[in-house]
């Protein structure tokens, strides 16, 4: 059985697309051996490789059938009433017969419920996997997704760049496909500086690999395995010290590069005064340097650049890197001197003129907004007796956003609040202010926009959790006000990993701030402005938030706690308002899962509900009170009794968030709960008993919903 | 350690023989005029970048084949620095080519070019880093790379995709020289201002960009930030605002005159579709110089760009429909 090989040859992809291409390519080409019967049927699932460079998508699948089996299949017609009329063939037998392509005479019976139909044993041919790949596989490639794509030969033929030559081999036979006005060969290239020259691909299998390593190019694998080297080759030039690991800048320049090196360039000393946070997003964002630190972890002023060729002799290349870095680095502390002619809190006033958003308004009357939110939200921690310093929020609030006037964010925006910070640990804010404050006011503003990811930490300090967390609710509640929530995959304010930082910073800064009162008082700060007008009349804003968080909420409980589904579920049909109440909640839960006590409280629980609903449809009410009847039954008097004497300890529990010591204490309902379902029947006739059974049951099912609701939890066999 | 400016004397490379920046620019202009483009002469209304120039703004619209190149000095009033920073201009210069269709081996020919003013890539690192572009008072957008040599942004590589709102078929390829970037590259230099830009064969005596264009820095650069006539410049947009206008209506009146004929297809033919876009440029420079003054509020400014853009949609519409009228007549 041959191997196949496709090869996409490409104009330069962009490094941050090429993984997930390749990815794609692989799945979409294995689906389509596997569907059309041409994989092996000794393979699974994961079968095949992928091969990704700047210039190429590839693909390698051993062992690809060359025909496929032809099919036995039964066809099914006309019914035989419709088809025979008085012994004859009617029409309609004719056109199944024509249609299935055999003779009428060789039309078969089956009998089905329906009655008794016409039915065609038929044989597909199978056809050659040459003919399938060639016919199938283009459409495969248009389909690839891309987060931007272009046509460059007629519109609807499109990839994210021009491709320029394809290499589609069954061994060394050359499928016949075509893309775009491409057709496939065995002529692929490599290098295109080192390796100028077509090569031949000379067969399907570890030959392309080998050929492609002769023309200077190599594997993923291999090409981060090579900078690596060469990056420790580099710094072992300078003693003790090391390069700083950026997994993210890895993979940009290992999807950069064809057959990468190293070289290690330097800056003058003088620029070590810039502080690091410039040179290092100059370093990595503008230049893709990685940073070099001593052992202590302190910068050194040197660099290394990842390049696409065998090295740099003459050190011309490094010449060029050195004179580049050195001009980002002069305009660097031309814009910090330049700024510092007019301190942040001079630029306040600017901030008038800086668009937050087209209806929103400006960045000043945001800054105004966030700071009355400030204000609210330290009030509400400060009454719950934790330690918040208003003054210090209220003033990092008013200089937050002033650092988008200045020349250093302008030229690195992704140093927004960054700069900010940096300028105000520097810059006298008001001759009243201490310098200790000075310094918690300056990191609240440096770390305003965290988290920015779900690896970023949360702010430092209180103070600068509620500035982050006001400034996003702000955002957040302007452009839900204005109905453009996120939609699918449309997020253009990034409103989604705002509310994943809210959710985050509550939780790790263990805030008493209820998502609903948060968006409340947000909405509030836009009473009577200008925005306001521009507001939606028909979106339903608290649902839409709640509905918005609900789903932030379980992503933070699943992707960043790692809780289980159904524990998630559980805890938020308990309530989904209290950020931090949601956590202690959905941990006890978990705690307590593994009991075998728990397993069969949750399948009673799904029996309590089930009951309770089906009394409800029936319009049969519980007992407003639960009464000692004299009619009760034994099981049905212990577990009131068992009720009436823990439910105020499980009440103490929960006053104080110990979950998991009130689920302890309710496990041990089990056995009288499992005694009156073995023993007691609810829906008797007598009213009374009826309607004081199903309250006894609805107190019992409030005692654990309160926490959370165990009909969720999926129990084991 | 070695002290690395120690270093870099050592492994600096004099560079006694590169380019002024005129032989730059005559290479550049030598190389593409011999792959068959047009050489054309720097557009006479100010642009802020050499794509404004209706050499590719109005040619990449419509069916026909076409191959450009010229030279542009792009101005941008916020970017001026009153000539104290080595790296910014206020005016700078753009060699812009212009492939339509672009040839499959474009970014072969782009890379000849480099050998052309003595790049020998063998000994340099290049890569194409993907960097889409896109201009909303223009309403185009394409995607492409910037082009970094030993990590300097030598050329801006774009495959046009939309332009003034219509889809384009053919599409283009723009190359965008940085001519500035590429000299002091090429010379070795640190400040633009050292640039040197012609040397008198007679005596050696080199004349530098400084020499030529300093004055332009500092004067423009407090022009534009401190004694540009707010009032006067919203007066100039509002006029050529308006007279653009008044153009694309009688235009589109002339295309709902049913009545056909010679004499209709020649004013069609005829009608200055051209001088409405010197128009719109007007108005985007005037934008510019007001934007810089600091003189467009917050919610004035998405407005402006909005009029403007629909000027330049206005017009791209109307030149291809002109275009079509003159595929009639042929």
């Given at each position: 059985m041959p191997d196949f090989l496709l090869e996409i040859g490409c104009e330069e992809?962009?490094?941050?697309?090429?993984?997930?291409?390749a990815q794609d390519l692989w799945a979409r080409?294995?689906?389509?051996?596997?569907?059309?019967?041409?994989?092996?049927?000794?393979?699974?699932?994961?079968?095949?490789?992928h091969y990704s460079t700047p210039r190429r998508l590839a693909v390698l699948f051993p062992d690809v059938r060359d025909t496929q089996q032809d099919m036995h299949e039964t066809m099914v017609g006309p019914s035989a009433a419709i088809a025979y009329k008085d012994g004859q063939?009617?029409?309609?037998?004719?056109?199944?017969?024509?249609?299935?392509?055999?003779?009428?005479?060789?039309?078969?019976?089956?009998?089905?419920?329906?009655?008794?139909?016409?039915?065609?044993?038929?044989?597909?041919?199978?056809?050659?996997?040459?003919?399938?790949?060639?016919?199938?596989?283009?459409k495969e490639i248009n389909s690839l997704y891309w987060p931007k794509n272009m046509y460059w030969r007629k519109p609807g033929e499109v990839f994210v760049r021009p491709v320029r030559w394809l290499v589609a081999l069954l061994d060394a036979e050359v499928i016949p496909l075509e893309f775009d006005g491409i057709r496939a060969g065995s002529q692929s290239r490599g290098h295109r500086i080192l390796a100028p020259s077509a090569i031949q691909i000379p067969s399907a299998g570890s030959s392309y690999v080998d050929a492609l390593r002769a023309a200077k190019v190599l594997s993923r694998g291999e090409r981060e395995q090579q900078?690596?080297?060469?990056?420790?080759?580099?710094?072992?030039?300078?003693?003790?010290?090391?390069?700083?690991?950026?997994?993210?800048?890895?993979?940009?320049?290992?999807?950069?590069?064809?057959?990468?090196?190293?070289?290690?360039?330097?800056?003058d000393h003088e620029f070590l005064q810039l502080p690091e946070e410039v040179l290092v997003t100059v370093m990595r964002d503008h230049q893709k340097y990685f940073a070099v630190e001593d052992g202590a972890g302190k910068l050194l002023p040197h660099f290394l650049a990842v390049l696409n060729t065998d090295g740099d002799p003459q050190g011309i290349i490094r010449h060029g890197h050195d004179r580049v870095l050195r001009a980002r680095f002069n305009d660097a502390r031309f814009f910090w001197q330049t700024d510092q002619k007019h301190p942040l809190r001079e630029r306040v006033q600017w901030l008038k003129h800086v668009t937050f958003q087209k209806d929103l308004g400006s960045y000043y009357e945001k800054t105004l907004r966030v700071q009355r939110l400030c204000s609210w939200l330290c009030e509400i921690i400060r009454?719950?007796?934790?330690?918040?310093?208003?003054?210090?929020?209220?003033?990092?609030?008013?200089?937050?956003?002033?650092?988008?006037?200045?020349?250093?964010?302008?030229?690195?925006?992704?140093?927004?609040?960054?700069?900010?910070?940096?300028?105000?640990r520097v810059q006298e804010l008001d001759s009243e202010i201490p310098d200790a404050t000075r310094q918690l006011i300056a990191q609240a503003v440096y770390d305003q926009y965290k988290p920015e990811s779900m690896e970023d930490s949360v702010p430092q300090t209180p103070g600068g959790a509620v500035l982050s967390i006001a400034d996003k609710a702000d955002t957040i509640a302007g452009m839900f006000a204005l109905g453009l929530q996120p939609t699918g995959s449309k997020d253009p304010f990034a409103l989604r990993r705002q509310a994943n930082g809210i959710v985050r910073t509550i939780a790790e800064h263990k805030l008493p701030l209820n998502l609903s009162d948060l968006f409340r008082d947000?909405?509030?700060?836009?009473?009577?402005?200008?925005?306001?007008?521009?507001?939606?009349?028909?979106?339903?804003?608290?649902?839409?938030?709640?509905?918005?968080?609900?789903?932030?909420?379980?992503?933070?409980?699943?992707?960043?706690?790692?809780?289980?589904?159904?524990?998630?579920?559980?805890?938020?049909?308990?309530?989904?308002?209290?950020?931090?109440?949601?956590?202690?909640?959905?941990?006890?839960?978990?705690?307590?899962?593994?009991?075998?006590?728990?397993?069969?409280?949750?399948?009673?629980?799904?029996?309590?509900?089930?009951?309770?609903?089906?009394a409800e449809e029936k319009g049969i009410e519980p007992a407003a009170k639960l009464e000692d009847l004299p009619a009760s039954s034994p099981e049905e008097k212990d577990l009131a009794a068992y009720l009436d004497l823990?439910?105020?300890?499980?009440?103490?529990?929960?006053?104080?968030?110990?979950?998991?010591?009130?689920?302890?204490?309710?496990?041990?309902?089990?056995?009288?709960?499992?005694?009156?379902?073995?023993?007691?029947?609810?829906?008797?006739?007598?009213?009374?008993?009826?309607a004081n059974r199903l309250a006894l049951l609805q107190t019992l099912l409030r005692e654990f919903s309160t926490i959370a609701d165990f009909s969720e939890i999926v129990t084991g066999s | 350690m070695l002290n690395p400016r120690v270093a870099e004397q050592a492994l600096n490379p004099s560079k006694p023989n590169s380019l002024t920046f005129q032989e730059l620019i005559l290479r550049l202009q030598t190389f593409w005029a011999e792959r068959g483009c047009v050489l054309q002469q720097p557009y006479d209304v100010e642009v802020g970048a050499g794509t404004m120039a209706p050499e590719t703004f109005l040619r990449v619209l419509g069916p026909h084949s076409y191959k450009v190149a010229y030279v542009q000095p792009s101005r941008r009033p916020a970017d001026g620095r009153y000539g104290e920073n080595p790296n910014r201009l206020y005016k700078h210069t753009q060699l812009q080519v212009v492939l339509k269709p672009p040839p499959e081996n474009v970014q072969e020919l782009y890379l000849e070019s480099l050998a052309a003013i003595g790049i020998d890539l063998r000994q340099h690192d290049i890569k194409f880093e993907e960097d889409n572009w896109e201009a909303p008072t223009l309403s185009a957008w394409g995607v492409g790379w910037q082009v970094m040599l030993d990590g300097l942004e030598v050329t801006q590589f774009t495959y046009f995709q939309q332009c003034g709102g219509v889809d384009l078929d053919p599409i283009s390829a723009e190359l965008t020289y940085g001519l500035e970037r590429i000299t002091a590259f090429l010379q070795d230099v640190d400040s633009i201002y050292d640039i040197v830009w012609s040397r008198d064969p007679e005596n050696g005596k080199a004349t530098t960009y400084g020499d030529v264009r300093l004055a332009d820095e500092q004067q423009f650069s407090v022009y534009n930030f401190e004694l540009a006539d707010v009032e006067k410049a919203w007066k100039h947009f509002d006029l050529c605002e308006a007279e653009c206008k008044t153009l694309l209506e009688r235009y589109s009146e002339q295309i709902k005159d049913k009545k056909s004929g010679d004499g209709v297809a020649r004013d069609k033919k005829r009608f200055p579709i051209?001088?409405?876009?010197?128009?719109?440029?007007?108005?985007?420079?005037?934008?510019?110089?007001?934007?810089?003054?600091?003189?467009?509020?917050?919610?004035?400014?998405?407005g402006v760009i909005a009029r403007v853009r629909a000027l330049a949609v206005g017009i791209a519409r109307a030149y291809v429909d002109q275009q079509r009228s003159y595929a009639a007549a042929a």
């Open positions: 992809i962009p490094a941050r697309m090429i993984d997930a291409a080409t294995a689906a389509v051996l596997q569907q059309n019967k041409l994989a092996p049927e000794t393979r699974d699932g994961i079968y095949g490789t063939p009617t029409p309609a037998a004719h056109a199944f017969a024509k249609k299935a392509g055999i003779d009428v005479s060789r039309l078969e019976r089956v009998t089905t419920a329906k009655g008794e139909y016409l039915s065609a044993k038929v044989t597909k041919k199978g056809r050659s996997a040459s003919e399938v790949l060639a016919e199938l596989l283009p900078i690596r080297k060469a990056l420790d080759a580099a710094t072992r030039t300078l003693p003790g010290a090391r390069w700083r690991e950026d997994k993210n800048l890895l993979d940009t320049v290992v999807n950069l590069t064809e057959w990468p090196s190293a070289i290690l360039g330097a800056f009454q719950s007796g934790m330690t918040i310093r208003p003054g210090v929020v209220h003033k990092a609030a008013y200089l937050a956003k002033t650092d988008l006037t200045t020349e250093l964010v302008k030229e690195f925006t992704e140093l927004q609040g960054v700069v900010g910070g940096l300028y105000a947000a909405r509030e700060t836009y009473r009577g402005s200008e925005a306001e007008r521009k507001f939606s009349k028909e979106i339903d804003y608290a649902g839409a938030v709640r509905e918005f968080f609900r789903e932030r909420l379980e992503f933070y409980l699943r992707d960043a706690l790692g809780f289980k589904y159904d524990v998630i579920k559980a805890v938020l049909a308990s309530g989904s308002d209290d950020v931090v109440d949601v956590v202690a909640r959905a941990a006890a839960v978990k705690s307590v899962l593994h009991m075998p006590e728990f397993q069969a409280i949750a399948a009673a629980c799904k029996r309590m509900r089930n009951i309770l609903k089906q823990n439910a105020p300890k499980v009440e103490t529990n929960r006053q104080k968030r110990e979950y998991a010591d009130a689920l302890r204490l309710l496990s041990t309902v089990r056995d009288q709960v499992d005694a009156f379902f073995d023993k007691v029947m609810v829906m008797v006739e007598d009213e009374r008993i009826r | 051209l001088a409405a876009y010197d128009l719109c440029l007007k108005c985007s420079h005037l934008f510019n110089i007001l934007d810089a003054r600091g003189a467009i509020s917050v919610t004035e400014r998405v």
